[in-house]
């Protein structure tokens, strides 16, 4: 058995979108589901009851949140074990404590604190740039979400760093029995425009399917039985996986360590996905 999955809720229909994905994973996987509810109910505690909430009706709402949660997930899937818990903190820093015990987080696109027009949430972003395990993002449109295009997609970049997130790929191919679609894009450089006499474009082709096939070359080994089809693809990179992101159930990428006072940084390339994106999202940190 796996390590387990664990997924964050708080309610709203983005965490509920993600419970229903995480139980269905956690069935691939043949492992334990773990639920999260993170909130800082203790500050509840000053307030006079008769004028606001106080820390024990939070409380309350919260282990019926959960307990809501976890009757919904054993309805979907009666096989699965679930366990669940309450946790007294800021949800971002409680589900990033969680995934240092997890084989991989969910959280929805967004939830109830959400501000009306951001494209993701303020929990999902942090937790995303921060995860120590690979955090998938669910959000897209149902089919997407639902698995209806048999495709994993993965984004590669700097070849040296895509290891791990191609081997998350493959694997999460051969649990679902798909294929998965391997796309790097690549420029022309300036003076090889169609202005310009000479024109190159074939041998930057040739170069990315090269690294595409370097990358995915031991995964493939690991697991012979799913197809990996190589696409380098000219164009700025958040246009072809967003592209590619239409006709696909999972899109894989990379989370690159930038250390800094505040810890692990996104690229622009893996924000744009996150906020963007029509299918899934799953972020997977390498050092």
């Known amino acids: ?55 024990s009706a939070v409380r309350q709402y919260a282990e019926h949140l959960v307990a809501q949660a976890v009757e919904r997930a054993c309805r979907r899937a009666p096989q699965l074990t679930v366990t ?97 679609l391997a796309v790097r894009a690549w420029r022309c450089p300036a003076h090889e425009l169609p202005d310009y006499p000479t024109d190159d474009s074939g041998a930057h082709a040739i170069r990315a399917e090269n690294e595409l096939m370097t990358v995915v070359q031991d995964p493939r080994v690991a697991h012979g039985a799913v197809t990996v089809r190589a696409h380098p693809h000219e164009g700025r990179a958040r246009d072809v996986l967003l592209e590619a992101s239409a006709l696909s159930d999972l899109l894989v990428v990379g989370a690159r360590r930038r250390r800094s006072g505040v810890g692990l940084q996104l690229g622009p ?11 899934p999202v799953a972020v997977v940190p390498h050092d």
């Not at 509920?16 to 505690?45: F, G």
């Not at 967004?110 to 395990?133: K, M, N």
């Not at 390339?269 to 299918?279: E, F, R």
Request: aromatic content about 4%.
């Open 1 to 55: 058995m796996e390590h387990r999955l664990t997924v964050g809720i708080d309610g709203s229909e983005p965490s509920l979108q993600a419970l229903d994905w995480a139980v269905d994973e956690a069935v691939r996987r043949d492992c334990e589901l773990r639920i999260v509810h993170a909130s800082r109910w203790e500050r509840y505690e000053t307030r006079k009851p008769s004028l606001a909430l106080h820390r």
């Open 84 to 180: 669940s818990q309450v946790v007294p903190q800021d949800p971002a820093d409680a589900l990033v404590e969680e995934s240092r015990d997890a084989g991989a987080l969910i959280v929805g696109s967004r939830g109830h604190g959400t501000l009306t027009g951001l494209l993701l949430g303020s929990v999902s972003l942090p937790v995303a740039a921060h995860g120590e395990c690979p955090v998938i993002v669910v959000r897209g449109n149902d089919k997407n979400v639902h698995g209806g295009f048999h495709q994993i997609t993965l984004g590669v970049g700097a070849s040296e760093r895509a290891t791990v997130a191609a081997a998350f790929a493959v694997r999460e191919a051969q649990l679902r029995r798909t294929d998965v």
């Open 269 to 279: 390339v893996t924000h744009a996905v996150l906020h963007h994106s029509a299918c």
